[in-house]
């Protein structure tokens, strides 16, 4: 993309931060809000401008992404009164990339078109790394001509980037990658748990199985992580657990049981009540510690 855009970017944590690199590597006027001025210090030395609230980010862009912890949060920043719906910019597209609830995207969707913006539910998939290689999966709900109007921007930090819907479709088909990702991190933690009971050398046990039908991402970038001990955060699970009770919450409103779910969450929420809600996903391993 040759023309120099201004883009907006609240939200500066483990994943914004990369991805915000990305827009000023290539050349976009980037200003951006975070509730701790400290945690874009690094991001406005390399030439981003800091805002001071919400509402300034979206007066002066053109294009305004959001990465935010929790549904509460994305509520405040849209409709609080220093919020992005408080000032007029028509034709701003805004972009939600937290990880949030169908009915919250809906929400913002309704609103955008009565301020005459438009509006893309866009969670992403990929961790820290994803985003520092700029590859994320990114699922999007809205209307697919905004979309197509913003994929050069996505382009940047997604590479599998594919329209889901209408608006809250993106956060739907995230719950669908949640959902995997909790039995599939129950399915690794077990079979190092075994494998290391057997005795075995898990380097070598991993070589086998992740190009193997076993294989996942999971298993491919998280187990080195849990064999060298490293349960820093791709991926919080405190925020792992959110996305999990949303998942359960529109499951319940669709009827439907998801036995496998609950009891990620529920061993999940025992590593929460011993302290570990700021480790990477990861950490799960100490369930069987």
Known sequence: ????????????????????????????????????????????????????????????????????????????????????????????????????????????????KELEMNSIDAPVSGGDIGAQLGKLSIMCGGEKQTLDSILPV???????????????????????????????MIGVCEALAYGKKAGLDLEQVLRSITTGAAGSWSLSNLAPRIIGGDLNPGFYIKHFIKDMKIALEESERMNLTLPGLELAKSMYEELLAEGYENKGTQALIKFYE
């Open 1 to 112: 993309m040759s023309e120099r855009l201004n883009i907006g970017f609240i939200g500066t944590g483990v994943m914004g931060k990369s991805i915000v690199k990305h827009l000023l590597k290539a050349g976009h006027n980037v200003i951006v809000y975070t509730r701790t001025k400290e945690k874009a210090d690094e991001l406005i030395s390399l030439g981003a401008t800091w805002a001071s609230k919400p509402s300034e980010v979206a007066r002066y862009t053109q294009y305004l992404f959001t990465m935010v912890g929790y549904p509460h949060d994305v509520e405040e920043v849209y409709f609080g009164d220093d919020g992005v719906f408080s000032i007029e910019n028509q034709g701003l597209t805004v972009v939600d990339l937290t990880t949030s609830t169908p009915t919250l995207a809906k929400k913002i969707y309704d609103k955008a």
């Open 154 to 184: 996505l382009e940047l930090f997604g590479e599998t980037i594919l329209y889901q819907g209408t608006a809250g479709a993106g956060q739907h088909t995230k719950m669908c990658n949640q959902i995997t990702i909790a039995s599939n």
